[in-house]
């Protein structure tokens, strides 16, 4: 009996919740996926975001500062993940990751990496948050620029099938086990 729950306080992580009192437990494996995914899409956004603001985009009048663009690249994070959270599935992270690196998870992935983009732009555009330079390619009836539609339909598909061999490499590693 002692060795199984040895084992199984092994395969959890443990919060502390100050506000409920409360213990949450995760499964390690969940909580390394969720490291993993969300260093690999800052990462990916920030680059993405550094590359494209200055010639493409004005925020809120003035040219992107550093700190713009980490900010730019955390709300990619969150729609990254909101992304990954649409897809039909039920049970574990992991597995659900499984799930999207099918050809209908990735169709899927893309239609709602695509919509996303272009609410996300509408709504950027239509609150003043951020404008286009005159170089900045759009598309003609959407009257959004193609580069946050690019993003998010190009970088998502990737972290989606990057993470899991590093979720993968991490767990078999001795200080994770």
């Given at each position: 009996?002692?060795?199984?729950?040895?084992?199984?306080?092994?395969?959890?992580?443990?919060?502390?919740?100050?506000?409920?009192?409360?213990?949450?437990?995760?499964?390690?494996r969940?909580?390394?996926?969720?490291?993993?995914?969300?260093?690999?899409?800052?990462?990916?956004?920030?680059?993405?975001?550094?590359?494209?603001?200055?010639?493409f985009?004005?925020?809120?009048?003035?040219?992107?500062?550093?700190?713009?663009m980490?900010?730019?690249?955390?709300?990619?994070?969150?729609?990254?993940?909101?992304?990954?959270?649409?897809?039909?599935?039920?049970?574990?992270f992991?597995?659900?990751?499984?799930a999207?690196?099918?050809?209908?998870?990735?169709?899927?992935i893309?239609?709602?990496?695509?919509?996303?983009?272009?609410?996300?732009?509408?709504?950027?555009?239509?609150?003043?948050?951020?404008?286009?330079?005159?170089?900045?390619?759009?598309?003609?009836?959407?009257?959004?620029?193609?580069?946050?539609?690019?993003?998010?339909?190009?970088?998502?598909?990737?972290?989606?099938?990057?993470?899991?061999?590093?979720?993968?490499?991490?767990?078999?590693?001795?200080?994770?086990?």
């Amino acid at each position: 009996m002692t060795s199984e729950i040895e084992s199984s306080r092994c395969d959890v992580v443990l919060f502390f919740s100050r506000k409920s009192g409360q213990v949450v437990m995760i499964q390690k494996r969940t909580f390394i996926s969720f490291i993993v995914i969300s260093t690999i899409s800052f990462i990916l956004h920030f680059i993405w975001e550094w590359f494209q603001c200055g010639p493409f985009f004005i925020h809120r009048g003035t040219q992107a500062s550093l700190i713009s663009m980490v900010l730019a690249s955390l709300g990619d994070l969150i729609l990254t993940f909101f992304i990954i959270g649409l897809a039909p599935f039920l049970g574990r992270f992991d597995r659900s990751l499984k799930a999207l690196k099918t050809i209908q998870g990735f169709i899927l992935i893309e239609i709602v990496a695509f919509a996303t983009a272009v609410a996300v732009e509408k709504v950027a555009l239509a609150t003043n948050r951020w404008s286009y330079t005159e170089i900045n390619p759009l598309l003609p009836l959407l009257e959004v620029s193609v580069l946050p539609i690019l993003q998010l339909m190009l970088l998502t598909p990737a972290i989606v099938f990057a993470s899991p061999p590093l979720v993968n490499l991490l767990m078999e590693k001795k200080h994770f086990k």
